[in-house]
């Protein structure tokens, strides 16, 4: 457990997460591997994990009619996945491709929606990561629309 700890730890997600914070984590997170060509989350479908990628490369993107599925964002090593475990009605609002061999710590979504009703100071540091990482996505996308309208 001391580990998985020091593991989480070392993310930049993690980073300002209190010790007992981070002993709560590692209590609701499971290792998972995912080969190249496999979804790990698909549109529409239940969510039922956050997922933290310790390593590989995701192509999060949608199916876009007449052209398949298209990547919208790349994530790799340090980056979080999947932010609509905390939107109702619970539902993934992008899919994920394993782009290579890809390992993640998978999250408990359903035990983190309590945690954070239950702690609110958990709730709040939480919340201040997930902000972080979703301005950072939609610069990211901000700055591909200006470059493909280039």
């Given at each position: 457990m001391e580990s998985l700890k020091q593991t989480l730890a070392k993310y930049a997600f993690f980073k300002?997460?209190?010790?007992?914070?981070?002993h709560f984590m590692t209590e609701c997170?499971?290792?998972?591997?995912?080969?190249?060509g496999q979804?790990?989350?698909?549109?529409g479908e239940e969510v039922n994990h956050l997922y933290l990628i310790c390593q590989g490369k995701v192509a999060?993107?949608?199916?876009?009619?007449?052209?398949?599925f298209?990547?919208?964002?790349?994530?790799?090593?340090?980056e979080i996945l999947g932010l609509s475990w905390l939107i109702p009605p619970y539902r993934w609002h992008f899919s994920a491709l394993v782009i290579i061999p890809t390992l993640v710590m998978a999250f408990d979504a359903r035990r983190l929606r309590e945690k954070c009703?239950?702690?609110h100071d958990f709730g709040y540091e939480f919340l201040k990561?997930?902000?972080?990482?979703?301005?950072?996505?939609?610069?990211a996308t901000r700055m591909r629309l200006n470059v493909q309208g280039s």
């Open positions: 300002d997460f209190e010790p007992c914070h981070l997170a499971t290792e998972a591997h995912f080969d190249t979804y790990i989350l698909r549109e999060l993107g949608t199916v876009v009619s007449g052209r398949g298209t990547t919208l964002q790349t994530l790799g090593e340090g009703e239950a702690d990561q997930l902000a972080l990482v979703v301005g950072q996505r939609l610069k």
